[in-house]
């Protein structure tokens, strides 16, 4: 498996498989790769011949005061996961090779970015969408894979690929969890152990509105302010949001009678940690 950095070297090998009448997969990640990632490049190179894993900490997508500079990073790593799970190569450039210096040219969204994530990261979808169109256009997949942890973004790639019609297949995965139930995520490399215990709140509170929805709830202000109240109980806990929205527009919802998306963003100490579940009527 080959590690490719530049944007005219991956082209080259691209174009050759094209001539071979290959077909060609995509999983963006931002490395770091746990079982998540891998559970996408498994289902990648199940439907694919070749398929290509970008490894890239993408600047963009993160604000003033992020957490760029700390944003774990271990090529190493990314490469025996990714030879283990069958990908064809890792597409690692650096930031200098996917943004000019003199850059001003960015892919925006309305209405789907304003929510949820958006709202407290208002420039972070703008970076998602430009990296992801320019990954799209340098690689050309047949089918890109996402996962649902990231649902508003799933929902705004999705969204993306139909207004600008990319040819490309989005194949969203369901969210991989550690054993005790909380969301795998690279992010989760910053909780220390007690904080990594009390992260365990977002699943318990979601499972909590999960089952009142399954009882017939649909009133999403009785279902949020449990949810709510439940991640108080957990003293690390700082709720970011909790929102009930409808799967396709990401709108707000007060009344439960088409599918909907419970998301929610909180702070376990100073990481800021994302799940969701959905939910059908």
Not at 99 to 109: G, I, K, P, R, S
Request: glycine share 6%; proline share 4%.
């Amino acid at each position: 498996m080959e590690i490719i950095r530049t944007i005219e070297e991956l082209r080259s090998i691209l174009k050759r498989w094209r001539k071979e009448g290959l077909s060609v997969g995509l999983v963006p990640t931002m490395g770091y790769l746990h079982e998540g990632h891998k559970s996408l490049i498994i289902k990648a190179v199940s439907e694919n011949d070749r398929v290509v894993v970008s490894d890239f900490v993408n600047p963009t997508q993160f604000g003033v005061n992020e957490d760029l500079d700390s944003y774990p990073r271990d090529l190493e790593r990314d490469a025996a996961l990714c030879q283990e799970a069958g990908a064809s190569l890792i597409f690692h450039p650096e930031p200098e090779e996917m943004y000019f210096a003199d850059n001003c040219t960015f892919v925006d969204m309305e209405n789907l970015t304003k929510g949820l994530c958006g709202k407290t990261r208002p420039t972070h979808f703008r970076g998602v969408c430009t990296v992801v169109s320019k990954l799209f256009l340098i690689v050309a997949p047949d089918k890109a894979y996402f996962g649902q942890k990231d649902a508003q973004q799933l929902a705004v790639i999705r969204r993306m690929v139909r207004d600008l019609n990319f040819d490309i297949a989005i194949v969203g995965c369901p969210i991989v969890r550690e054993e005790d139930g909380l969301a795998m995520s690279s992010r989760n490399t910053y909780l220390d152990e007690k904080e990594r215990k009390a992260a365990l709140i977002l699943h318990k509170s979601l499972m909590l509105g999960e089952e009142m929805m399954r009882q017939g709830e649909r009133n999403t202000e009785v279902v949020k302010n449990a949810i709510v109240q439940n991640i108080k109980t957990e003293p690390l806990a700082k709720v970011d949001y909790v929102e009930i929205v409808d799967s396709e527009n990401l709108e707000p919802v007060a009344e439960m009678e088409h599918p909907v998306l419970v998301a929610m963003a909180v702070y376990i100490g100073n990481t800021r940690l994302i799940d969701n579940f959905s939910f059908e009527p």
